[in-house]
């Protein structure tokens, strides 16, 4: 028997304007996107904000279905966007923030497991890391350098 330690380098910012100026911008662009989730049952918005290497930025917002596997996620709904928009484009940067109608989000909510692994499949399919910066309503944003320090064994197309 082995074992063996996985770890991720994150970098924690306290608030947002210690951000970069272009990622504050990209992250405000996630909040708006989040103000603009169709979320009636859960009453939790999620917005995500995509750059791409043209200087492109989409997003998205999650948008809930009263069959509940039906919904699609803030970031897969915004990557797919990206992905049929803009087949050929990398996409760099990727900003998310979270709110609840029933608390205040003060906790940097990372995506979950279905959208890391669809992060996971645009990352090999460009051959290249994808910045995500990912805050709750206020406070600390934390970043992820790529997918592989929020979902570190990622399966993918070489197991196929």
Do not use: W
Request: net charge negative.
């Amino acid at each position: 028997m082995k074992n063996f330690t996985i770890s991720a380098d994150l970098t924690i910012y306290e608030e947002l304007k210690e951000l970069p100026k272009g990622v504050q911008d990209l992250m405000q662009e996630s909040i708006a996107a989040r103000d603009k989730s169709y979320s009636p049952y859960s009453k939790f918005s999620v917005g995500a904000a995509i750059l791409l290497d043209n200087g492109e930025v989409i997003s998205g917002s999650n948008q809930e279905n009263a069959s509940y596997p039906a919904g699609l996620c803030a970031e897969r709904t915004a990557i797919f966007y990206a992905g049929a928009k803009y087949p050929d484009a990398k996409v760099l940067k990727m900003a998310l923030s979270a709110k609840s109608a029933n608390h205040v989000v003060e906790t940097p909510t990372p995506p979950c497991g279905s959208c890391r692994q669809a992060i996971a499949e645009y990352e090999m399919k460009q051959k290249a890391p994808i910045e995500i910066f990912f805050m709750g309503e206020k406070g600390k944003v934390v970043k992820a350098n790529s997918i592989s320090d929020l979902l570190p064994l990622i399966f993918d197309s070489s197991f196929l």
